[in-house]
């Protein structure tokens, strides 16, 4: 359900025509031909020319209905679209690539994402195009009973609204936004009707307190949404009574009415509905809504060790965001020196220059590279991690950010620990609700006590069960998240010992501040990204194959049973340290053992001739 642009003479949505009915058109071919002449396409990320590349696409296709009907006023077709889109792009010298062009064309056709033309619209103005006035044809001579195969040709289900059988209405509109194959626009998660679109998170911000930059995210359906959604797959129709035409009438005779059927918008009656019914039984009995259990932006594997490397829908209940990021391709048996050599990535290049303390900490880290890459595959139950160092700049932040550059492309989802319990569920749910594969608990105060109910029960859970902000809902949500955190000599006590993986680094300097990488890590981990997405696929894929064939390693089992059979074996196999032994060096930091241990002591050296009384 994308935005749309209000066009000339509008006061609000677009193309309302007859009885309220919307009609999916978009601008004349000289109109937006004069556009692209004066956009300007030289300072723009890679996001921002996709985003007008969408809006060609989804403004510039006509639709059924407009052919059907007519239209005078020129559109244009997707050939025309695509050499708009070319032109557009040829205006970046030096990254224009006709081919990669044409494959990004290709992958909006079915992509679910925000596209408004006033991106393109508003660029041309700010280079001083003047957007032209125009007529469009008056609608009001359109004869809409003559247009009954329209429904049948759009493949829209003509619905004729009757309230005495709404319900069997509201089955017939929730399967027809259900048709939409291996990218359905209308999917379950916690409970409600939810799309993805591009849009910036409302809970986290970037390590350095900015916002982030727009990316894939969960969002739900409201009223206005559906209704919208609605409208773009059933033709609703409502009866119109018109008297007879007067003419002289027997006595007696009663003045019959004819009935009319004419567009309608869809009830809220239904609206209501679908919103209540939620992704179950939307459709009616044994017509649910697609499950979706997690988004994901970038290759990973399933549930089943197999690769996931295809844009959209998966029968998984995985839904690969397809963000338009080569990533180099993965062998479909890796071998041993595959793994080896993928390791060596990992370890020796991605982590260079890091002062990790021992080589312990710097498979850690390696570990949570992995993790990351995976951590919507398992389902819960997936240990957090905790980079400390004892002096502050000692790069504790930097390890993390690295990570989520070169797993989702963008800087690290932060956020200070909140003080209360309550707080921290209310936060956890929201980032969980909008789809949030990571989280960073940043700065965790010097020598602090790490210790939450709410973090540790999602750690060690499948799913997650909280109150909604603002409201009386209380949703199940999968706890598929990593959970990172960094701070100065940090405390972990109790059970979050066997929790929280801890990496530490120790720059062994005075001023730790004053070093400086030889690399711009911003810079490096986006030239490399799909080499390091690649390797870390190809370490995790050739351990599944030496599984399937019978190979074991010798490793004590975890609380983390498919993380370990996933990340800790896999790194073990190709020749890392067995990470499970970072819970254990965390008993140091429990108070209550070690004033246990301090009493034990005393006792050892002065109890001799004591009484047990005394």
Not at 57 to 83: F, Q, Y
Not at 109 to 124: M, P, W
Not at 125 to 130: P, T
Request: one cysteine or more; charged letters at 25%.
């Amino acid at each position: 359900a994308p935005p749309m642009a209000a066009l000339p003479g509008e006061s609000g949505g677009r193309g309302v025509g007859k009885a309220g009915r919307r009609l999916p058109w978009g601008l004349p071919l000289l109109v937006l031909a004069d556009a692209v002449k004066h956009a300007r396409n030289e300072d723009l990320d890679w996001l921002q020319w996709s985003r007008i590349g969408m809006a060609l696409r989804h403004e510039c296709t006509p639709s059924p209905i407009m052919t059907e009907m007519g239209l005078s006023w020129p559109l244009v077709g997707e050939g025309e679209a695509r050499d708009l889109w070319h032109e557009f792009s040829a205006k970046a010298e030096g990254k224009y690539d006709p081919d990669y062009t044409d494959q990004r064309w290709a992958s909006f056709a079915n992509l679910n994402a925000t596209r408004d033309i006033r991106l393109l619209v508003d660029n041309a103005v700010a280079n001083g195009w003047k957007m032209p006035v125009w007529e469009f044809d008056d609608l009001s001579h359109l004869d809409w009973t003559e247009c009954d195969d329209l429904a049948e040709k759009a493949k829209m289900v003509k619905i004729q609204w009757d309230a005495a059988n709404f319900r069997h209405h509201a089955n017939s509109a929730g399967r027809a936004i259900l048709r939409r194959g291996k990218a359905p626009a209308v999917l379950g998660h916690a409970g409600r009707l939810v799309y993805i679109t591009y849009g910036q998170p409302s809970v986290v911000r970037d390590p350095n307190g900015d916002p982030l930059p727009v990316m894939p995210l969960i969002r739900a359906y409201d009223k206005p949404l559906l209704r919208e959604r609605l409208s773009w797959d059933c033709a609703f129709e409502v009866p119109k009574t018109e008297p007879e035409e007067k003419g002289k009438k027997a006595e007696g005779d009663k003045k019959e009415k004819k009935i009319r059927w004419v567009p309608a918008a869809p009830p809220a009656m239904v609206v209501e509905t679908l919103l209540a019914r939620g992704p179950v039984g939307l459709g009616g009995e044994g017509h649910d809504a697609p499950y979706l259990a997690a988004l994901v932006e970038t290759p990973t594997l399933r549930p089943d060790g197999t690769v996931l490397d295809r844009p959209g829908y998966d029968s998984t209940g995985i839904f690969y965001f397809d963000t338009g990021v080569r990533f180099d391709p993965v062998a479909d048996r890796p071998t041993l020196a595959d793994a080896k050599r993928a390791y060596a990535v990992l370890r020796d290049e991605v982590f260079a220059e890091f002062p990790f303390a021992t080589d312990l900490d710097r498979d850690v880290a390696v570990s949570l590279l992995l993790t990351a890459l995976v951590v919507r595959s398992f389902g819960g139950y997936i240990p957090a991690f905790a980079v400390m160092a004892p002096v502050q700049s000692s790069g504790k932040t930097t390890v993390v950010d690295l990570v989520s550059r070169l797993v989702w492309g963008r800087p690290a989802p932060a956020m200070a620990l909140p003080e209360s319990d309550e707080n921290v569920s209310k936060a956890l749910l929201g980032i969980l609700m909008e789809g949030q594969p990571c989280v960073l608990f940043d700065n965790v105060a010097d020598g602090a006590v790490f210790k939450s109910e709410e973090i540790a029960k999602i750690i060690t859970s499948e799913v997650y069960q909280a109150r909604e902000l603002s409201t009386h809902n209380n949703p199940i949500v999968a706890c598929n998240i990593l959970l990172t955190m960094t701070g100065n000599n940090i405390r972990l006590p109790g059970d979050m010992r066997s929790r929280v993986l801890r990496c530490r680094l120790d720059p062994g300097v005075e001023s730790p501040e004053k070093r400086h990488f030889s690399r711009d890590l911003k810079e490096w981990a986006a030239a490399n990204r799909g080499r390091v997405v690649s390797a870390i696929l190809t370490l995790l894929r050739g351990w599944v194959v030496a599984r399937e064939s019978g190979c074991t390693v010798e490793a004590e089992g975890t609380r983390f049973k498919t993380w370990g059979r996933f990340v800790r074996d896999a790194l073990v196999w190709a020749g890392g340290s067995d990470v499970a032994n970072a819970f254990a060096t965390e008993e140091e930091d429990d108070d209550d053992r070690t004033a246990l241990r301090c009493l034990l002591d005393v006792l050892a050296e002065h109890a001799d001739g004591m009484t047990p009384g005394e």
